[in-house]
């Protein structure tokens, strides 16, 4: 069965410093990885996706995360904070099987500070 | 631009109400999904459907139904709501041949308060 973690429910960071969210999985089959950002009162949308290509991978509005297959991990990074960044964060996983379905972690709320 | 809604942003619904949840993609996407947003346990799929008239239970189905009538059009019932159906329901789409391949398109939610 696929399982996703995230560490940290909410983290804060300031204006300007390194983002860091951080996503393990766990998958019997090589896995297809997401990250799905969340604004107030809105649904979630993709910010970045692997699908077996380049490990690492860009995204919208700077973000970027790089899969790493020996630690099961997918870690999402932005070099620089940005008070429009403050958002919950989910990260999915989901396998290349027809039909299988996408599983999403807990989140991890994000506070940038001025 | 893409678009997945949903009828209603608020909902608040006495315990045992029948309770109808609306969702209308016009992406023409095969894939349509519903699923339940709690604090602390990300996003649970509640039922999801790949064709018209066709439907597969989620991770947590009971007490929920769902009907697809129509290719754009996704609904999820509560038969008999209860208090510990408060939550936010999403509906999402997608085109992929494979439910895990492709992006999923998200409506803004439907926040359910049941008394």
């Known amino acids: 069965a696929q399982s996703v973690t995230q560490l940290g429910s909410h983290v804060s960071v300031s204006e300007g410093a390194l983002v860091l969210l951080r996503c393990n999985y766990s998958?019997?089959?090589?896995?297809?990885l997401f990250w799905y950002v969340q604004y107030p009162n809105q649904g979630l949308q993709l910010l970045l996706k692997?699908?077996?290509?380049?490990?690492l991978v860009k995204g919208i509005n700077g973000f970027e995360a790089e899969f790493k297959k020996s630690e099961t991990s997918f870690h999402l990074t932005k070099p620089s904070a940005h008070m429009s960044d403050a958002a919950e964060y989910f990260c999915?996983?989901?396998?290349?099987?027809?039909?299988?379905?996408?599983?999403f972690g807990p989140g991890t709320s994000l506070s940038v500070i001025p | 631009d893409v678009k997945v809604t949903q009828s209603s942003r608020y909902l608040v619904k006495r315990t045992g109400e029948k309770v109808f949840l609306e969702c209308v993609q016009d992406?023409?996407?095969?894939?349509m999904f519903w699923y339940r947003q709690d604090p602390g346990l990300g996003l649970r799929l509640i039922y999801f459907?790949?064709?018209?008239?066709?439907?597969e239970k989620g991770d947590i189905p009971e007490g929920y139904s769902v009907s697809r009538e129509k290719k754009e059009r996704f609904s999820l019932i509560l038969e008999s709501a209860s208090t510990n159906q408060t939550s936010m329901y999403l509906c999402?789409?997608?085109?992929?041949?494979?439910f895990g391949t492709g992006e999923l398109f998200f409506g803004e939610g439907s926040r359910l308060t049941v008394l």
């Open positions: 992406m023409d996407h095969e894939n």
């Open positions: 999915a996983v989901s396998s290349k099987t027809s039909y299988d379905k996408v599983i």
């Open positions: 999402a789409s997608s085109s992929s041949p494979g």
């Open positions: 692997y699908t077996s290509a380049a490990t």
């Open positions: 459907s790949y064709d018209v008239k066709m439907k």
């Open positions: 998958s019997s089959v090589p896995p297809y």
